[in-house]
Nanobody
Framework: QVQLVESGGGLVQPGGSLRLSCDAS????????VAWYRQAPGKQREFVAA???????SYADSVKGRFTISGDNAKHTVYLQMNSLKPEDSAVYYC?????????WGRGTQVTVSS
């Protein structure tokens, strides 16, 4: 089973940037899709962005043009570059891997956007 570890969260001011990392225990080429989700207090977990093993990407409308998902297979890592952050982007961000029909989640990393 794939293991995932997220990192890179923290406190940032509105308009700032953060880069989240999702480190996988296997080559990301062996994972069908790696996706980022987020969950704010009192809200449901929501999709943020995804990348397939073929390099195709998709984004939630709320982050298009501000967030970029990318992969580095040499490091077994998927990144989420977040720019122009807003207070409403504050949440715990989770990484999810889908491989051979099975889903694996990481434990999440907290992102707080506040002045």
């Amino acid at each position: 089973q794939v293991q995932l570890v997220e990192s890179g969260g923290g406190l940032v001011q509105p308009g700032g940037s953060l880069r989240l990392s999702c480190d996988a225990s296997i080559s990301i080429f062996m994972i069908n899709t790696v996706a980022w989700y987020r969950q704010a207090p009192g809200k449901q977990r929501e999709f943020v962005a995804a990348i397939t093993s073929g390099g195709s990407t998709s984004y939630a409308d709320s982050v298009k043009g501000r967030f970029t998902i990318s992969g580095d297979n040499a490091k077994h890592t998927v990144y989420l570059q977040m720019n122009s952050l807003k207070p409403e982007d504050s949440a715990v961000y989770y990484c999810k891997a889908t491989r051979l029909g099975e889903e694996t989640w990481g434990r999440g990393t907290q992102v707080t956007v506040s002045s």
